[in-house]
T-cell receptor
Framework: GIQVEQSPPDLILQEGANSTLRCNFS?????LQWFHQNPWGQLINLFY?????KQNGRLSATTVATERYSLLYISSSQTTDSGVYFC????????????WGLGTSLAVNP | DAGVTQSPTHLIKTRGQQVTLRCSPK?????VSWYQQALGQGPQFIFQ???????QRGNFPDRFSGHQFPNYSSELNVNALLLGDSALYLC?????????????FGPGTRLLVL
C-alpha cells in the first residue's frame, strides 16, 4: 500500500520563526490533507491540497503531485501553533480511507 | 453549521467488556469514517460507512463493528475489550460529491481499558 513519510519528526522553534514541514508519498494520490492536532487531540483541517498551492493566513501549502511530495509552510510561528501536524492521503482509485504519516511534533517557545 | 460531534468524550472500561461510541456527521455529509489513534501514533483507519453499509475496512478484527443510521449518524462497537484497545477514537465525516472529499473530524472519544 501507499506509504506516507513526514519530516522532520520533531521541531522546536522560537516564536516568530518560520518553518517548512515535508510530506513524501510513495504512489499517486487523489487527495492530500494537512491537519493540526492540538494538545487536546482535536484534528483541525488546514488544507485539502491534492495539487497546487494554497494559502491561509500564516500557513501555506504546496503539493507537487508528479514528484510525490507536499510542503506545509508556517510563517511567524506562535505558541498556539504547537501540536502535531499530520499529512494524510487517499491513493488513486476509489479508495477513500486516509493513509497517515507519523506526524511532525512542533513546539513553539515564547 | 454544526460540526462533527462524538459521545462520550471519555470512557473507562475493563477487559472483556463491550463499548459503543457515537458520532453525528457534519451537516450535509453522508459518509462516516472511524479511526483509532494510539498514543504517539497517527490515526489508523477502522472502517467507513456510506448509505448504511460498511464500504471499506482497515486491518481491525471482527470485534470492531459499526452501524450507520438513516440520518447518517454512526456507532462504533467494540466487543471483548483488550488493554490494547485503549486509544483515542476519532470519527470523520465527508461527502462523496466529487472534489469535495475533505474529511472533517470530531473531538474524539478517549477510551481507557483497565
Amino acid at each position: 500500500g501507499i506509504q506516507v513519510e513526514q519530516s522532520p519528526p520533531d521541531l522546536i522553534l522560537q516564536e516568530g520563526a518560520n518553518s517548512t514541514l515535508r510530506c513524501n508519498f510513495s504512489d499517486s494520490v487523489n487527495n492530500l490533507q494537512w491537519f493540526h492536532q492540538n494538545p487536546w487531540g482535536q484534528l483541525i483541517n488546514l488544507f485539502y491540497i491534492p495539487s497546487g498551492t494554497k494559502q491561509n493566513g500564516r500557513l501555506s501549502a504546496t503539493t507537487v503531485a508528479t514528484e510525490r511530495y507536499s510542503l506545509l509552510y508556517i510563517s511567524s510561528s506562535q505558541t498556539t501553533d504547537s501540536g502535531v501536524y499530520f499529512c494524510a492521503v487517499y491513493n488513486a482509485g476509489n479508495n477513500r480511507k486516509l493513509i497517515w504519516g507519523l506526524g511532525t511534533s512542533l513546539a513553539v517557545n515564547p | 453549521d454544526a460540526g462533527v460531534t462524538q459521545s462520550p468524550t471519555h470512557l473507562i472500561k475493563t477487559r472483556g467488556q463491550q463499548v459503543t461510541l457515537r458520532c453525528s456527521p457534519k451537516s450535509g455529509h453522508d459518509t462516516v469514517s472511524w479511526y483509532q489513534q494510539a498514543l504517539g501514533q497517527g490515526p489508523q483507519f477502522i472502517f467507513q460507512y456510506y448509505e448504511e453499509e460498511e464500504r471499506q475496512r482497515g486491518n481491525f478484527p471482527d470485534r470492531f463493528s459499526g452501524h450507520q443510521f438513516p440520518n447518517y449518524s454512526s456507532e462504533l462497537n467494540v466487543n471483548a475489550l483488550l488493554l490494547g484497545d485503549s486509544a483515542l477514537y476519532l470519527c470523520a465525516s465527508s461527502t462523496r460529491v466529487f472534489h469535495q472529499e475533505t474529511q472533517y473530524f470530531g473531538p474524539g472519544t478517549r477510551l481507557l481499558v483497565l
